[in-house]
């Protein structure tokens, strides 16, 4: 599972979750658990609502955010 932060046009960015990241061939990207950056409700998506389908002309540009099971880039150099 990955959450993205989606920028929608017009609108603001909003987080959700995906199973797997959208290929370049995806006409649409669909979202698990659409929320504000906040973890408030969307106004334009009812409460209930737990899965959103986004077509890719509504979307501005997608964040990956970081997951935490990532590992920790060790540099060679002291900062």
Do not use: K
């Not at 599972?1 to 959208?22: F, G, K, R, S």
């Not at 973890?39 to 890719?56: A, D, K, N, S």
Request: aromatic letters at 6%; charged letters at 20%; hydrophobic letters at 45%.
């Amino acid at each position: 599972m990955h959450t993205l932060l989606v920028h929608i046009t017009n609108e603001e960015p909003i987080l959700v979750e995906v199973e797997a990241l959208p290929a370049p061939s995806d006409q649409a990207i669909v979202c698990l658990h659409p929320r504000r950056r906040d973890g408030r409700e969307i106004h334009y998506v009812l409460p209930e609502v737990q899965t959103i389908i986004l077509p890719w002309h509504r979307i501005s540009f997608i964040e990956v955010m970081p997951s935490g099971q990532e590992e920790e880039i060790i540099s060679p150099f002291a900062v």
